[in-house]
T-cell receptor, first 114, second 112 residues
Framework: EADIYQTPRYLVIGTGKKITLECSQT?????MYWYQQDPGMELHLIHY???????EKGDLSSESTVSRIRTEHFPLTLESARPSHTSQYLC?????????????FGPGTRLTVL | QKEVEQNSGPLSVPEGAIASLNCTYS??????FFWYRQYSGKSPELIMS????GDKEDGRFTAQLNKASQYVSLLIRDSQPSDSATYLC????????????FGAGTRLAVHP
C-alpha cells in the first residue's frame, strides 16, 4: 500500500544529542518536504527536495540538515539538539509536476528536547 | 499581507448544519488549491483539491474557487462532531519550485 512513514513517532532526548528523523515513502513521488509545526501554530517549510541529490532550504531557518540519496528516503538530522528544537516535524511528498502537486503527509514525529 | 489568509475561528456550528470555511490568497497566478483537515496532534490530511473556477463536490464536501476574487472556500454539509478539526487552506504559488503555501487554519467546532 502506498504510504508515507515516519520514525520515531515520539522522541524525548537530552540537549546536545545528535538525532535523525526518518521519512520514507512508497508513493513513487519525486518531491519530498519537511515541515515544522508547533502546537496550534502554522506549518513552516524547512527543507524540500526535487529528487535524488537535490535538497533546498525552505522558508523557516532551521539548524537541521537533510539528505536524499534514494528517491523514497528523506531523513532529517539535528547535529546537536536544543530545547528550541522541540516541535512536531512532518514529512510530506508529492508528484513532480503541477497542477496536481497534492502533498501527502506522514504521521509526524513529535520531538521533545530536555 | 499574508500570502494565504484564513479566519482562525473557532467557527462553531450545530450538528447537521452547513459549515462554511473561507480562504483568500495573494498570488494571482496560482492555479492549484487544496483543503486539508488536521485533528489536534495529528498530521494534515488532504480532503479536497480544486483547479478550475466553480464548485467541486465530494460527498459532504464542496470546494468553491473564484480566481478573479482570489477566493477559495470549503462547505461541509450535514456537519458532524467528527468534523471538528482545524482546516488548512493551501495554495500552490506560481513560478519557482511550485511551493505550497499554507494558511494558518480555521478551527471548526461542531456541537451536538
Amino acid at each position: 500500500e502506498a504510504d508515507i512513514y515516519q520514525t520515531p513517532r515520539y522522541l524525548v532526548i537530552g540537549t546536545g544529542k545528535k538525532i535523525t528523523l526518518e521519512c520514507s515513502q512508497t508513493m513513487g513521488h519525486d518531491k519530498m518536504y519537511w515541515y515544522q509545526q508547533d502546537p496550534g501554530m502554522e506549518l513552516h517549510l524547512i527543507h524540500y527536495s526535487y529528487g535524488v541529490n537535490s535538497t533546498e532550504k525552505g522558508d523557516l531557518s532551521s539548524e537541521s540538515t537533510v539528505s536524499r540519496i534514494r528517491t523514497e528516503h528523506f531523513p532529517l538530522t539535528l547535529e546537536s539538539a536544543r530545547p528550541s528544537h522541540t516541535s512536531q516535524y512532518l514529512c510530506a511528498s508529492s508528484e513532480a509536476y503541477p497542477p496536481r502537486n497534492e502533498q501527502f503527509f506522514g504521521p509526524g514525529t513529535r520531538l521533545t528536547v530536555l | 499581507q499574508k500570502e494565504v489568509e484564513q479566519n482562525s475561528g473557532p467557527l462553531s456550528v450545530p450538528e447537521g448544519a452547513i459549515a462554511s470555511l473561507n480562504c483568500t490568497y495573494s498570488d494571482r497566478g496560482s492555479q492549484s488549491f487544496f483543503w486539508y483537515r488536521q485533528y489536534s496532534g495529528k498530521s494534515p490530511e488532504l480532503i479536497m483539491s480544486i483547479y478550475s473556477n466553480g464548485d467541486k463536490e465530494d460527498g459532504r464536501f464542496t470546494a468553491q474557487l473564484n480566481k478573479a476574487s482570489q477566493y477559495v472556500s470549503l462547505l461541509i454539509r450535514d456537519s458532524q462532531p467528527s468534523d471538528s478539526a482545524t482546516y488548512l487552506c493551501a495554495v500552490l504559488i506560481s513560478g519557482g519550485y511550485n511551493k505550497l503555501i499554507f494558511g494558518a487554519g480555521t478551527r471548526l467546532a461542531v456541537h451536538p
